[in-house]
């Protein structure tokens, strides 16, 4: 009964376009006085345990530095070394465009913020050289969410909070997966071009060129040293290294660069604590929620059901994925994390046998689809709002690009070499 009312409840204040935040807490409460003898002040008190956990501290200072990195002129020196190792092959500012995300991503940690950042100043390019509007901002979009796979990620930040994981060794399982899904949007992008006979960029491999453009862009990529190296070697936690983060965007924006005006900064702090409500309020509402899925033993029911269709671990893992991608269509991904894990977890550790931060990286990997995917894909909106394109317009476009991304999902999910080789080299 508690299940049935807490999930009616749910889906109905979806369909009335209720905030997912406060369909949650509403969900929740419902199911609680209705069904059950506790009090409705179990709401609030999990919402406000939830929301005071130490390791969410991390967040405010990823999207500030993400902010700040993008404001300050960063982002444009990696587009400039992305242009110049990509060189004159098909498709070459369509590679650039992810190659340059890619390398964002490693000192963003934010979809929103690498999308922004560098679709406002590639997809007019990608356009010049061939691509349709539709191709060109449905590409920025998915490769805007390699942000949340190549660390630092906020993401799996919240994955180390729910599962109780390790965020360094979160950090580090995400670099092949993420380089991986580069990959295969290069791919696409190269294919497309040569297929539809695009004109050449022009713009040859010089290494003297790149020599120049790597150091424009060493200061940049130095951030990924200190954030990543600073969790490795234990000389931070992952706090302390947004805190290193947003310190070292404002030294080299401001004393270096001299880039970032003070309406930058004042605008990067309103995002951060836009952002940063927004994520937090997710994970409060969606507490009590999935305390409630536990209480009712919802995660051993879905392990018996799934052994019940099929007792192949193979099947078993796709059933999981095809359920995160279908999720992620429709929910946002706090909130699908915090109450998918709590279920599928015990599945993928105890039926499966995966190793847990497998489990978590295949988690963030499936669900970031999602943030390309309409209807609620952050980074679909995002990479819209800077082309002048609407929503409509991109589902075809859209079509090759997750397929690629698919793609690289499976591989990240049946080969437990690519997300863990680099995490039990260095941290283990």
């Not at 922004?116 to 998915?142: D, E, H, K, Y």
């Not at 960029?201 to 951030?223: F, K, N, T, Y």
């Amino acid at each position: 009964m508690i299940l049935a009312v807490l999930f009616v409840v749910f889906a109905v204040l979806l369909l009335l376009e209720v905030p997912i935040s406060v369909a949650l807490v509403l969900a929740s409460a419902a199911a609680i006085v209705g069904c059950t003898d506790y009090s409705l002040g179990l709401v609030v008190l999990k919402l406000h345990k939830a929301s005071e956990a130490f390791p969410l501290l991390a967040i405010p200072f990823f999207v500030l530095a993400g902010g700040l990195m993008s404001a300050g002129g960063m982002s444009r020196r990696l587009i400039d070394l992305a242009r110049a190792l990509v060189g004159n092959v098909p498709g070459g500012l369509a590679i650039t465009s992810v190659l340059a995300c890619m390398l964002f991503a490693a000192i963003s940690g934010s979809t929103a913020a690498t999308t922004a950042a560098i679709g406002a100043i590639m997809i007019p390019a990608i356009v010049q050289s061939g691509f349709s509007r539709g191709s060109a901002t449905g590409l920025l979009a998915c490769s805007g969410s390699i942000g949340i796979i190549i660390p630092p990620s906020i993401p799996m930040i919240l994955m180390g909070y729910v599962g109780t994981m390790s965020i360094g060794e979160l950090f580090l399982a995400g670099v092949f997966p993420g380089v991986l899904i580069g990959l295969a949007l290069m791919g696409v992008c190269f294919l497309t071009a040569l297929v539809g006979r695009y004109p050449l960029s022009g713009h040859r491999l010089d290494l003297r060129e790149v020599g120049s453009c790597l150091r424009r862009a060493a200061l940049p990529l130095l951030a990924v040293v200190f954030v990543i190296g600073g969790i490795m070697f234990g000389l931070v936690t992952a706090t302390e290294a947004g805190i290193v983060a947003v310190l070292y965007a404002l030294a080299v924006s401001v004393l270096i660069y001299r880039e970032l005006s003070l309406t930058d900064l004042l605008k990067a702090l309103i995002d951060t604590a836009k952002i940063t409500g927004i994520v937090v309020l997710c994970i409060g509402a969606a507490t009590p929620f999935a305390w409630l899925l536990t209480v009712e033993q919802v995660p051993d029911i879905v392990a018996r059901g799934l052994l019940g269709l099929t007792d192949n671990p193979v099947v078993i893992k796709l059933i999981m994925l095809a359920v995160l991608l279908a999720v992620g269509t429709f929910l946002d991904l706090t909130p699908a994390m915090l109450i998918l894990v709590p279920i599928f977890m015990p599945v993928a550790t105890g039926v499966l046998g995966m190793d847990k931060i497998h489990f978590g990286t295949m988690v963030v990997a499936a669900l970031g689809i999602g943030q390309c995917t309409p209807p609620v894909g952050i980074a679909l909106f995002v990479a819209c709002s800077v082309s002048g394109t609407r929503m409509n317009d991109l589902v075809r476009p859209l079509l090759p690009f997750l397929a690629a991304m698919i793609g690289a999902l499976l591989v990240t999910a049946f080969v437990p070499q690519v997300t863990l080789w680099l995490p039990r080299l260095l941290m283990r």
